[in-house]
């Protein structure tokens, strides 16, 4: 059943009401992982929107000839497939970036969100909603990954865009921007426990304006 909503709401709830971070709490694993700093979370942002736009177009396009009985397999090999080009796209233009973030990028297959929004969405309506749904979901995504990232840089060594010349090229060494020195890291911020720490933070401001 296709839904009845417009296509800028289609973005809204993507962007912010049903948030996949903030509000489904889906695709944990690398946002608490890669979250290290500003530049991580916005490369593992800007793959997974690529793979989440281009499975839902697919899905979409190809939805009244899929079998009902096989249509999870079907959708996890169309994700594994954009999720190879973009490995491919990161291995030849950003390397060094993609060396950072490791085994994430291949681990995008199994996201809940795009798999869910393949099957909740894409495989229910037309291209051009599914097209807006997957790109406000992405967008959103990619929102927390920066800002969660922002957050940990910043209170972890006290800078944002260290590394932005990994996913920009050299000239972007100067975008660094340097708030404090320290000799040594704030840990609690760089570790897994800053993730968990500034994603309830997050939450919890996404809640308060919300409310």
């Known amino acids: ?18 948030n996949t971070a903030l509000v489904q709490l889906l695709g944990l694993c690398p946002l608490l992982a890669v979250t290290g700093s500003m530049i991580n979370g916005l490369g593992l942002g800007i793959a997974t929107t690529f793979v989440l736009v281009g499975s839902n177009i697919t899905v979409s396009l190809i939805r009244k000839h899929i079998p009902k009985e096989i249509r999870i397999p079907i959708f996890v090999m169309l994700i594994a497939s954009f999720v190879t080009n973009v490995q491919l796209l990161m291995n030849a ?17 199994t996201n809940c969100a ?4 393949a099957e909740a969405f894409a495989s229910k309506n037309k291209l ?4 807006v749904d997957g790109l406000g ?3 959103g995504f990619t929102l927390v990954l920066m800002l969660l990232g922002a957050f940990r840089e910043f209170v972890g060594q006290g800078t944002i865009l260290d590394g932005a010349h990994l996913l920009f090229g050299e000239w972007a060494k100067d975008l660094t921007m340097h708030f404090y020195l320290t000799e040594q890291k704030f840990l609690l911020a760089i570790l897994p426990p800053g993730a968990f720490i500034g994603l309830g933070l997050l939450i919890a401001f996404k809640n308060k304006i919300s409310n």
């Open 114 to 117: 795009i798999i869910g929004r």
């Open 93 to 109: 233009f950003t390397y060094e970036l993609y060396l950072v973030l490791g085994i994430f990028i291949p681990l995008i297959v």
């Open 137 to 139: 979901q992405g967008i």
């Open 128 to 131: 051009l909603p599914s097209f």
């Open 1 to 18: 059943m296709e839904t009845s909503l417009n296509n800028s709401t289609i973005f809204k709830n993507g962007l912010w009401d049903n």
